[in-house]
């Protein structure tokens, strides 16, 4: 069973910066895409990174400029570096991954609050 754990979220002030992590149950390689989403009470939510394997990246427009997705082959783990971050940011992030053959894993989610 494919697994991702998440860490790295918290409490921040506005204009701070936070990287989350995302580790993978065995290689990632073979993993096409891997990225974060992010929902909030009330809100609808929304793809905020996502990396191939290539390496190619796309982001959420209102996170672009300000965060960076990578992802590291050797320690299985994913990476979403976040900096000046805003109040709008607060939310819940999920990590993901579409390892092949399975489908789409999950993380349990990692919450980031900004506020002062």
């Known amino acids: 069973q494919e697994e991702l754990v998440e860490s790295g979220g918290g409490l921040v002030q506005p204009g701070g910066s936070l990287r989350l992590s995302c580790a993978a149950s065995?290689?990632?390689?073979?993993?096409?895409?891997m990225g974060w989403y992010r929902q909030a009470p009330g809100n609808q939510g929304g793809l905020v990174a996502r990396i191939s394997n290539t390496g190619s990246t796309q982001y959420g427009d209102s996170v672009k400029g300000r965060f960076t997705i990578s992802r590291d082959n050797i320690r299985n783990t994913a990476y979403l570096q976040m900096n000046n971050l805003k109040p709008e940011d607060t939310s819940r992030y999920y990590c993901?991954?579409?390892?092949?053959?399975?489908?789409?894993?999950w993380g349990q989610g990692t919450q980031v609050t900004v506020a002062s």
């Open positions: 993901y991954a579409d390892f092949p053959g399975t489908g789409r894993t």
């Open positions: 065995r290689s990632i390689p073979m993993i096409q895409n």
